[in-house]
């Protein structure tokens, strides 16, 4: 395989060859931004494929000194807080069964009548259980949650991205850690790994 | 607030290396003498174990992503192609824009022209970005870098209805100032076309943007900037509209997510850039913040005159 910058520097050109070696090299990576934000495939499939879209019409725009796996984990990941946003903008008939988690009111949902097995302790199904749990979160708690979590950025960060105070921030991420904790331990889910 | 209430409050920032060295030091005393803030503690814990296995989970795309993904990114650019043939208005003011937005690339990549290149960086940057919102992206992106693909939109049964309407309405408002060299080059042959470079045209703000840094591109002479345009016209149009400003709104903070985003990267990764060049570098970058920060003010001020100003700069 070429060089990253030479492929960057002919899909510029709109080699859609070199542009398909990137997306070769980095479609694993998007789709998983893609599937933690969304938390199912169908919407994973299609913010995956938009952001590559977004990132080949925008190509010209990247420079070669930034990382391209960065740029494009970015531009991901605001496609899926759009998609977030605009769905919580037009809330859907499940809004009833979401969490609210205003006032510190930890309000669960019915128990699973099937509750996880405490021997699941493979790291496909920790995660798949942890995804679950994520994406019973309200939009605007599951993207701090995404951001700090899944993307490792810091509060102040979290902060700018979302337009939100350092305080909102803490608050929200302080209220769905805490709700994931108290739903894994209802559940009674634990890892030795 | 008692101490075991202060240390439940504080415990998840604990974990996440967020206190304050008081705040640390009264936890870790706090847990030796409260079993259930140590139990706390201990669950904070493997919930933070279990968000990490999360985390680094890798997630494969289902079997035919890739195809899917490739066949839409041809139909992406393959859909220049048979307007490019007809050899129409819009086809030859589209390779300008392209051409344009390759010079600029190039131009990007060489730290040495950073200087002459900082006083049209910014316009440059501004249309690679999306205009719209949601699942309006991936077209509106079309719209931006390949304006043919209004095609796509207008036709589009997906487009809302009043969407249309504006591109209409804004199709009519500028039929004046793209007339002449559409009908100057495709002598009404082909109706779908025109009406193609009619609800193209008013959405194609790239001419207008990119238009001011042509004079700075090496092979200007093939470039016509009075061509490329309309620019006040467009400018009028879009601004008119409300909607428009909550697109551009968006538009720039991206813009500036993603401009600031890669000065981080440039900033922790630039072994491969002398210091001068990085110095260049971040400096050209931090113009191009401050710039679309300047045109985001603009814009949550609704400020026309200001924003203008600084995009036709």
């Known amino acids: ?193 | 607030m008692t101490d075991h209430e202060r240390c439940q409050e504080l415990l998840l920032f604990y974990t996440d290396d967020l206190l304050s060295e008081e705040e640390r030091s009264f936890v870790e005393k706090h847990i030796t003498e409260c079993s259930l803030c140590a139990k706390s503690l201990a669950q904070i814990q493997q919930m933070n174990t279990i968000l990490d296995i999360w985390a680094q989970e890798e997630i494969a795309p289902p079997e035919g992503f890739h195809q899917e993904l490739m066949k839409r990114l041809t139909q992406v650019s393959e859909k220049l192609v048979p307007i490019e043939q007809k050899k129409s208005w819009f086809s030859q003011r589209r390779h300008k824009i392209v051409s344009l937005a390759l010079a600029a690339a190039v131009l990007l990549m060489m730290p040495v022209v950073y200087k002459e290149l900082a006083k049209n960086s910014f316009v440059m940057i501004i249309p690679i970005v999306n205009h719209g919102t949601g699942t309006d992206n991936e077209q509106t992106a079309q719209r931006s870098t390949m304006p043919e693909d209004i095609v796509s939109i207008a036709d589009n049964g997906d487009t809302k209805g009043e969407q249309k309407q504006i591109i209409q309405q804004r199709s009519s408002e500028l039929g004046a100032s793209t007339e002449n060299s559409s009908t100057a080059n495709e002598p009404a042959e082909d109706t779908a076309e025109s009406s193609v470079q009619q609800s193209t045209a008013p959405e194609n703000n790239i001419p207008m943007l990119l238009s001011s840094s042509v004079p700075e591109i090496e092979n200007s002479e093939e470039i016509d900037s009075e061509e490329v345009l309309p620019k006040a016209a467009s400018v009028n149009a879009t601004l008119e509209d409300e909607l428009e400003w909550d697109n551009l709104e968006k538009q720039t903070k991206e813009t500036l997510d993603l401009l600031k985003l890669q000065r981080k990267e440039i900033e922790t990764n630039n072994s491969n850039l002398s210091d001068k060049e990085l110095e260049a570098s971040l400096a050209e970058i931090d113009q191009e913040i401050k710039k679309n920060e300047q045109v985001l003010t603009a814009i949550n001020n609704k400020d026309k005159e200001a924003y203008e100003k600084l995009v036709n700069n």
């Open chain 1, 1 to 193: 395989m070429k060089n990253e910058m030479e492929l960057i520097a002919q899909s510029q050109q709109g080699n859609m060859e070199a542009f398909e070696q990137l997306v070769i090299k980095y479609e694993r990576k998007v789709y998983t931004i893609a599937y933690k934000y969304m938390g199912n495939h169908e919407d994973a499939s299609d913010l995956a494929q938009e952001a590559f879209i977004k990132a080949y019409q925008s190509i010209g725009s990247f420079r070669q000194e930034a990382g391209f796996g960065t740029w494009i984990g970015r531009i991901t990941a605001n496609k899926c807080l759009d998609e977030l946003r605009r769905r919580k903008r037009q809330p859907h008939s499940s809004l009833d069964e979401e969490l609210e988690l205003e006032d510190h009111q930890v309000k669960l949902q019915l128990k699973d009548p099937n509750p996880s097995p405490l021997e699941e302790t493979e790291r496909k199904e920790t995660a798949a259980y942890l995804q679950n749990l994520i994406n019973e979160l309200k939009p605007e708690y599951k993207e701090v949650i995404l951001l700090r979590e899944f993307e490792g950025l810091s509060y102040e960060e979290i902060a700018q991205i979302l337009n939100c105070s350092l305080g909102t921030i803490k608050s929200r991420i302080s209220r769905a850690r805490n709700y994931l904790k108290e739903r894994i331990i209802q559940e009674g889910k634990e890892v030795t790994l």
